[in-house]
C-alpha cells in the first residue's frame, strides 16, 4: 500500500457547485473526512492509518475516492492527510446533525412576556427547523424563524431557549459589524419593506452577504436595541429591559416606537423610554447611526 499517486502539492481548481457536492457523494469519502476531522485539528494521518481506519478492503478502491477528495476536502503533507478548511465545515455540518437529523420540540413553556398583550403565558415548539413561539392569552403568534438543528440537539427546551437567543443575537451583531455569520464574507447592509413573518415590522434590516448570497433579516429595533449607547441609556436609568428576551420587546418586534423621518434624505428613528428620559436613536439607509439623541424629563419639565 503507498500513496504515491498523490501528489504533495496539488493547484486546487474552481469548482461548479454540482461538481463539488458531487464529490461527496460516497459514503468511503464522508467516512475518510471523518477519520480525519476526528484525529484532530493539525493532527496529519499517514497513509496506512487512515487506509486501516476507513472500511475498505481494496488499495485501489481507496486510492481513488481519497483522490477524488485531493485537494479540495483533504490535503496532502509530508507526514499524511489533513482536512482543508472546506473538509473541516463539511465535517461539522454533518456532526451538527445539519443533514441527517430533524430534531423536534413538542410544546414548551417559554420566558417572558407577549409584546402584544403583556401576558406571560407564552408556548414556544420546534418543529420543521422553525422555533414558533404563541401567547396563549390573545393568541398572537410572537415568533416563527427558522433554526438550524445543531441549536436543538441535546438540549432540553430551556437550555435551547438560552441558545437559542445567543445565536441570534450573535447574527445580529456579526452582521451589524461587516461579517456574514455564515460564511465570514463581507455584507452590504440596506433596508427593506419587503413582508416577512419573522417581525411585525414594515422597516427591516438586511444584511447581504457578496459571498455565499445569504440574508440576515432583522428589525431596525434590533439593531437599536443592541447599540452600546442604548444599553448604556438603559444602565444609567437601572432599567432592566435589555435584560428581558427579545421577543418581549416591543422596539424590537413591532413598528410602534420606530418612525421614518424624511426630508431630502431617508432616516429610520427608534424611541426607548426609562425613568421618564427618551431616547433616540437615528439610522441612514445604509444602517449607519447617524443621530442620538437623549431627552431628560428635568429638560422637559
Known amino acids: 500500500m503507498d500513496d504515491s499517486s498523490v501528489p504533495s502539492r496539488t493547484e486546487a481548481k474552481r469548482l461548479g457547485p454540482a461538481t463539488a457536492f458531487s464529490l461527496l457523494g460516497d459514503p468511503l469519502r464522508l467516512d475518510i473526512i471523518r477519520v480525519l476531522f476526528e484525529a484532530g485539528r493539525s493532527n496529519p494521518v499517514p497513509f496506512s492509518e487512515l487506509y486501516e481506519a476507513v472500511d475498505v478492503g481494496d488499495t485501489g478502491r481507496f486510492n ?30 454533518v456532526n451538527a446533525g445539519a443533514y441527517t437529523e430533524s430534531p423536534e420540540l413538542e410544546e414548551f413553556d417559554v420566558r417572558g412576556e407577549c409584546y402584544a398583550c403583556g401576558i406571560a403565558n407564552l408556548k414556544g415548539e420546534y418543529v420543521g427547523e422553525r422555533f414558533r413561539i404563541d401567547c396563549q392569552g390573545c393568541g398572537n403568534r410572537v415568533l ?5 438543528p445543531s441549536i436543538v440537539r441535546k438540549r432540553d427546551p430551556r437550555k435551547f431557549v438560552n441558545a437559542f437567543e445567543y445565536w441570534a443575537r450573535a447574527q445580529v451583531e ?27 415590522t414594515k422597516y427591516q434590516a438586511v444584511f447581504d452577504c457578496v459571498v455565499c448570497d445569504r440574508r440576515i433579516v432583522t428589525s431596525v429595533g434590533s439593531l437599536a436595541f443592541q447599540h452600546e ?8 436609568r ?6 428581558r428576551p427579545y421577543w418581549a420587546v416591543k422596539q424590537i418586534m413591532t413598528d410602534e416606537y420606530t418612525q421614518l423621518c424624511t426630508d431630502s434624505l431617508v432616516r429610520i428613528r427608534v424611541t426607548f423610554r426609562a425613568s421618564g428620559d427618551t431616547c433616540h436613536i437615528e439610522f441612514d439607509d445604509n444602517l449607519t447611526v447617524v443621530d442620538l439623541t437623549v431627552e431628560s424629563n428635568e429638560n422637559r419639565a
Open 64 to 93: 481513488y475516492h481519497r483522490d477524488n477528495l485531493v485537494p479540495h476536502y483533504i490535503r496532502k503533507t509530508d507526514d499524511g492527510y489533513l482536512l482543508t478548511e472546506v473538509g473541516k465545515r463539511v465535517a461539522r455540518a
Open 144 to 148: 416563527n424563524v427558522g433554526v438550524p
Open 174 to 200: 456579526q452582521a451589524s459589524n461587516g461579517l456574514c455569520p455564515e460564511c465570514g464574507g463581507s455584507v452590504d447592509p440596506g433596508v427593506s419593506t419587503a413582508t416577512r413573518d419573522t417581525f411585525d
Open 229 to 236: 449607547a442604548i444599553e448604556q441609556f438603559f444602565r444609567d
Open 238 to 243: 437601572n432599567d432592566a429591559l435589555t435584560e
